[in-house]
């Protein structure tokens, strides 16, 4: 994983990466192949088209693992990201289910890489 500028990393694959700020984790998009996305090559003001749809279950905490291994059920949380990243801004559509849905944020740094 190789940083590019301040708010990308480019990974295998053809692949790019940037922090989302709603589920603080990375997000993926795949800039070379196909199917992908385009890209403006501006690795500090990044735009990527089409959208960019994340679907999946919040990671369960310390607490709710040590549980299961007890024996207890804990339903999965299903989790949706969905938004658009224009310009180096990141604005989150109405079906995200983090608390930044409907708002345009700036896309956050990386930070320095170790």
């Not at 199917?35 to 003001?45: E, F, I, L, V, Y």
């Not at 938004?83 to 990141?90: A, K, L």
């Not at 995200?96 to 990386?110: E, I, K, N, W, Y």
């Amino acid at each position: 994983m190789a940083q590019i500028g301040n708010k990308l990393r480019s990974l295998e694959g053809g692949r790019m990466a940037f922090m989302c700020p709603g589920c603080n984790e990375m997000h993926a998009v795949t800039v070379e192949g196909s199917p992908r996305w385009t890209w403006n090559g501006d690795a500090d003001a990044p735009t990527f088209s089409p959208s960019v749809l994340v679907r999946g279950y919040r990671r369960i905490t310390d607490d709710e693992r040590t549980r299961i291994m007890a024996g207890e059920t804990i339903e999965p949380e299903p989790r949706t990201c969905h938004s658009f990243v224009s310009d180096g801004q990141i604005q989150f559509l109405t079906d995200c289910s983090h608390q930044l849905a409907g708002q345009t944020v700036p896309l956050p740094d990386f930070g320095v890489s170790e």
